[in-house]
């Protein structure tokens, strides 16, 4: 599977974003979708994840403020970001494990296959 993250961009802190991710290639209701994050010079981190019939999990400093869901019909999921604060500055990735009839959903990044290439948030102070 392909993956594309858009929707990246420069905002004020307390402000919104959508970020959107795009599967092509392969039966997208296979797959366990997750988005992490890098912040510059720090590793990469989970930040929320969700399972083929939609079961959610996040990372706890993101619970309540960010909201990831999928559209299986469009081959989509997203990360809707609200009330932004400068350390949510990352380059945000989506990525997709194969996890046929399981509701597996991972917060481990060795778990998952594909990667998108990234788009990058940047929050204001």
């Known amino acids: 599977v392909q993956l594309q993250a858009s929707g990246g961009g420069l905002v004020q802190a307390g402000g919104s974003l959508r970020l959107s991710c795009t599967a092509s290639?392969?039966?997208?209701?296979?797959?366990?979708m997750g988005w992490f994050r890098q912040a510059p010079g720090k590793e990469r981190e989970f930040v929320a994840a969700?399972?083929?019939?939609?079961?959610?999990y996040y990372t706890d400093s993101v619970k309540g403020l960010f909201t990831i869901s999928r559209d299986n019909a469009k081959n989509m999921v997203y990360l809707y970001m609200n009330s932004l604060k400068p350390e949510d500055t990352a380059v945000y990735y989506c990525?997709?494990?194969?996890?046929?009839?399981?509701?597996?959903?991972?917060?481990?990044?060795?778990?998952?296959?594909?990667w998108g290439q990234g788009t990058l948030v940047t929050v204001s102070s």
């Open positions: 969700i399972s083929r019939s939609s079961n959610t």
């Open positions: 990525a997709a494990r194969d996890v046929r009839n399981s509701e597996y959903a991972s917060r481990w990044d060795w778990e998952y296959e594909y």
């Open positions: 290639g392969r039966t997208f209701s296979y797959y366990g």
